[in-house]
């Protein structure tokens, strides 16, 4: 008993997300698309940029048909009524989030200066969260974002239980940008995992390792994650590092504790291994706050991922059909290269409570 004790002392945080933006949010984060070149916008597509307008509206971001589409952020100056016109007036404001067709479409936040925050969905400049009175106080509009990964073409997808525990509906964005509803095929909640069906199918997927036992202690591996998105935006990051042990909290033999550094919203990102394969769920890290109390310094680096054994046994419990590895060792020219492959089925999981 005193062992359990123990053992629940040393629990691990839980890496999920649910970040407020702040007013000074920038990323040094390699654009997705090439910059807009020049300075007439009629001619910027398929492209990022900064453009300032008339009234002193500025927008930083992705460009398509000489319209705001994809990725961005907008900072409202003027005075009068804001874009999002079922919000508020009062500017000054700042919106990161989607944008359709020059007008913000999708899942966003929208911040006044005030400090009030509306977090959720948008369509035509219109919010579709809670209608407020003019005078009331915005509601906190909750919820946590994640990581996670396709596992076949027609769009099965992986990602940590306490991820979407809570969520009462659930979106994935890819690789190519596109949100799309999801729902839960298959869970393991004593391992933290679970299975996703993403409406539409995958081009891109990673196979997963038959066998994590064959895994030894220095094997490289990296991670692909969305850590902070509403903070560090929705570029994908990569991190690598090394299996630094076998077993986790008082050798817990379900998960490995690795060096790949991870934040808050890394859970549910791909360990992969460097021939493309899929060795583990990144699922927590040790942090400060759960040794307190406990002999020694503050843990350094200490964070755990699930083997993906244990995700196969929830796949094939569900009677789900992923890809697995071959005997056939793959071989990439570089991380780079590998790195490429993993973020193109990699994608950022946000859950609506």
């Not at 590998?338 to 859950?351: C, H, I, P």
Request: net charge positive.
């Amino acid at each position: 008993m005193k062992l359990v004790l123990t053992a629940l002392v040393l629990l691990v945080s839980l890496v999920t997300e649910a970040q407020p933006v702040t007013r000074s949010v920038e990323t040094d984060a390699k654009p997705r698309l090439p910059a807009c070149k020049g300075v007439n916008i009629q001619k910027w597509s398929d492209c990022e940029g900064t453009y300032t307008y008339p009234n002193g509206n500025v927008y930083w971001g992705e460009f398509k048909n000489s319209q705001r589409h994809g990725l961005g952020k907008i900072r409202i100056l003027a005075k009068g009524k804001s874009d999002a016109l079922s919000i508020r007036s009062e500017v000054p404001a700042t919106y990161v989030g989607q944008f359709r067709n020059n007008k913000i479409s999708g899942f966003g936040v929208w911040s006044l200066d005030s400090g009030e925050r509306f977090e959720g969905e948008f369509l035509d400049n219109i919010y579709k969260g809670p209608k407020l009175e003019p005078k009331e106080k915005a509601p906190k509009i909750s919820g946590a974002s994640g990581s996670g990964f396709f596992v076949s073409k027609d769009g099965l997808f992986v990602t940590n239980w306490h991820v979407v525990e809570h969520a009462k509906s659930i979106a994935v964005i890819g690789f190519d940008k596109q949100k799309r509803e999801a729902t839960i095929v298959g869970k393991d909640f004593i391992n933290d995992l679970v299975v996703l069906k993403v409406n539409g199918d995958s081009d891109y997927w990673l196979r997963i390792s038959t066998d994590s036992g064959l895994v030894k202690r220095g094997t490289e591996v990296i991670t692909v994650g969305y850590p902070r998105v509403f903070l560090q935006g929705f570029e994908p990051k990569v991190t690598s590092g090394i299996v630094s042990s076998l077993s986790g909290v008082i050798d817990d033999p379900r998960v490995f504790q690795i060096t790949v550094p991870i934040q808050p919203g890394n859970s549910g990102g791909a360990l992969v291994a460097h021939d493309g394969n899929v060795v583990g769920v990144v699922t927590a890290k040790l942090s400060s706050e759960s040794v307190k109390g406990t002999p020694g310094g503050a843990p350094e680096n200490v964070n755990y991922a699930i083997k993906s054994n244990y995700l196969l046994e929830l796949l094939k419990s569900h009677a789900v059909k992923a890809q697995l590895s071959s005997k056939k060792i793959e071989k990439f020219n570089s991380l780079a290269e590998l790195t490429e492959v993993v973020e193109k089925s990699s994608g950022v999981v946000l859950a609506i409570e």
